[in-house]
């Protein structure tokens, strides 16, 4: 997926898991996606 895919899927939720638009900033929700990045297997 990509960064806009994330920070979409993230704002509006999916499946189980909840929408976070109005309890994180979009900055947070943008530093949510960079650290799942990081967890990434190589």
Do not use: F, N
């Not at 898991?17 to 979009?26: E, F, N, Q, S, V």
Request: aromatic fraction near 4%.
């Amino acid at each position: 997926m990509s960064d806009a895919d994330l920070i979409a899927t993230t704002k509006k939720g999916r499946g189980k898991m909840p929408a976070y638009a109005g309890k994180l900033t979009d900055a947070q929700i943008a530093d949510v996606v960079t650290y799942t990045r990081t967890l990434q297997k190589k």
